[in-house]
């Protein structure tokens, strides 16, 4: 029971950092009088400080999967290419099923959206999207909804709701009227259900963290290139 209580208050604090650096910094700063313009450094400044401060609540864990991952690396590598491949393809035909559904039920769906930096060009701009968008919200994502939620919730309803309240959390990040919510959210769904199946059969975050960082790395390239 102790146990149960500790990890539910992991989770709540981490989603309720992320939500804070996400969507309530400035305006949080705009109640109290201080207008900030945003900037590439201070957006890279708050999203260093929300990786440090997910770090500081998960990463005993994490430090251990990820010296376990380094054990047999050329092994573990390839594993992690495989099932960043089946989960590319696994969500391009969710987006292709998705879109379909959208049509036919006349709802908006934005579909998959990538950060291709290979087309950008190398100036500080480039490092601060690297940074926020391939390395530090894969591995805070990975870490609150799938690590934090599966601590919580044992077994193969971790996986399910690891999906379903990473679908909430976009959901209300996204707003709007139920429809086009729930159909927007349904590939995040699918997305965070592979990504703890992935911890789930591995017994290791890392697996978890590196595939989300080539996906998110690599499937704008791939996109463009297939597509």
Do not use: C, W
């Not at 703890?196 to 996109?223: G, H, P």
């Amino acid at each position: 029971m102790k146990d149960v209580f500790v990890n539910l208050i992991k989770l709540a604090l981490s989603i309720l950092i992320v939500l804070f650096v996400e969507t309530y910094f400035y305006k949080l700063l705009g109640l109290i009088g201080i207008h900030l313009a945003k900037s590439a450094i201070i957006t890279l400044i708050i999203y260093i400080i929300e990786f440090i401060l997910i770090y500081i609540i998960y990463g005993r864990e994490i430090s251990s999967a990820f010296s376990k991952y380094q054990n047999k690396f050329g092994n573990n590598v390839l594993y992690t290419i495989i099932s960043y491949i089946v989960i590319f393809i696994a969500m391009m035909i969710t987006n292709y099923i998705l879109k379909i559904i959208a049509n036919n039920i006349n709802l908006p769906y934005h579909g998959l959206n990538f950060t291709n930096i290979f087309d950008k060009t190398f100036n500080f701009d480039f490092i601060v999207t690297f940074l926020i968008n391939i390395i530090i919200i894969p591995f805070v994502k990975v870490a609150i909804f799938v690590l934090g939620i599966n601590n919580l919730i044992k077994g193969k309803s971790g996986i399910f709701f690891s999906g379903f309240i990473y679908a909430l959390y976009e959901a209300f990040l996204i707003g709007g009227t139920f429809g086009n919510v729930f159909i927007d959210v349904i590939d995040e769904f699918i997305l965070f259900i592979l990504l703890s199946f992935i911890y789930r059969k591995n017994s290791n975050i890392a697996f978890s963290i590196i595939t989300f960082i080539f996906y998110e790395l690599f499937s704008a390239l791939l996109i463009t290139k297939l597509f």
